[in-house]
C-alpha cells in the first residue's frame, strides 16, 4: 500500500511555462512534507518543504503548496527551465521524537523542452 | 558536492560473493540510512541508525547486514545475494533535531549476476 503517491510518471512543459508537480498522501499522520530533485547517477538533493501547520512554502522559483483536507501537495516551478529537467521525489513523513522516517512517492519525470 | 560520499559507484557481483558498500558523511548528522532503489518503485528505507544504534530494519533479508562503527561511516554487507537485489543503494544522513531532511550520496548501482 503506497501512502505517498506520485500518478504522473511523466510530465513535459515548454521552457519559461509553469511546472505543476502533483503528490497525493494517505497517512494522516504525516505533518512534514519535502519534494526531491534527482539527476541521472546522482543522488536526490533536497529542493523544498513545507510543514503541515503552512499551506504555503517559497523559495525562488520553486514554490510548495499543501491542501491538508485533501492530503495534496503541489510543487510549482515558475518559470521552468531547461536545467529542471529531472525526476522529482514527493516525501513525508510523521514527525515523534526520534528520527523522521521518510516516505517517498515513485517520482516524477519533469522534462523541460527548450 | 553533497557532504555524504559513497563507494563504490558501480558494482557487479556474482551471487556467490561477499561485499561492502561504503557510506560517508562530513555533515556533523548523527542518523544515517540505507535505501534502495528499484526501477519504477519509493525509495524503500532499508536501515536507520541514530547515534550508531540501529533502531530500523525493514524486513530486510539477513544476506545485507549494515554496520554503523562511528557517526560518520555507514556499511552494507552483501552476501548470497539475488538477481533482484540489482539496484541503486543510496546512504543519506541527516539530523535528528532540527530541520528535517536527509542528504543523500550518489548512490552505488549494484548489479548482481
Known amino acids: 500500500d503506497q501512502q505517498v503517491k506520485q500518478n504522473s510518471p511523466s510530465l513535459s512543459v515548454q521552457e519559461g511555462r509553469i511546472s505543476i508537480l502533483n503528490c497525493d498522501y494517505t497517512n494522516s499522520m504525516f505533518d512534514y512534507f519535502l519534494w526531491y530533485k534527482k539527476y541521472p547517477a546522482e543522488g536526490p538533493t533536497f529542493l523544498i518543504s513545507?510543514?503541515?501547520?503552512?499551506d504555503k512554502n517559497e523559495d525562488g522559483r520553486f514554490t510548495v503548496f499543501l491542501n491538508k483536507s485533501a492530503k495534496h501537495l503541489s510543487l510549482h516551478i515558475v518559470p521552468s527551465q531547461p536545467g529542471d529537467s529531472a525526476v522529482y521525489f514527493c516525501a513525508a513523513s510523521a514527525t515523534n521524537f526520534g528520527n523522521e522516517k521518510l516516505t517517498f512517492g515513485t517520482g516524477t519525470r519533469l522534462t523541460i523542452i527548450p | 558536492e553533497t557532504g555524504v560520499t559513497q563507494t563504490p559507484r558501480h558494482l557487479v557481483m556474482g551471487m556467490t560473493n561477499k561485499k561492502s558498500l561504503k557510506c560517508e558523511q562530513h555533515?556533523?548528522?548523527?542518523?544515517m540510512y540505507w535505501y534502495k532503489q528499484s526501477a519504477k518503485k519509493p525509495l524503500e528505507l532499508m536501515f536507520v541508525y541514530s547515534l550508531e544504534e540501529r533502531v530500523e530494519n525493514n524486513s530486510v533479508p539477513s544476506r545485507f547486514s549494515p554496520e554503523c562503527p562511528n557517526s560518520s561511516h555507514l556499511f552494507l554487507h552483501l552476501h548470497t545475494l539475488q538477481p533482484e537485489d540489482s539496484a541503486l543503494y543510496l546512504c543519506a544522513s541527516s539530523q535528528e533535531t532540527g530541520p528535517i531532511g536527509a542528504f543523500f550520496g550518489q548512490g552505488t548501482r549494484l548489479t548482481v549476476v
Open positions: 555533515l556533523g548528522h548523527n542518523a
Open positions: 513545507i510543514s503541515s501547520i503552512k
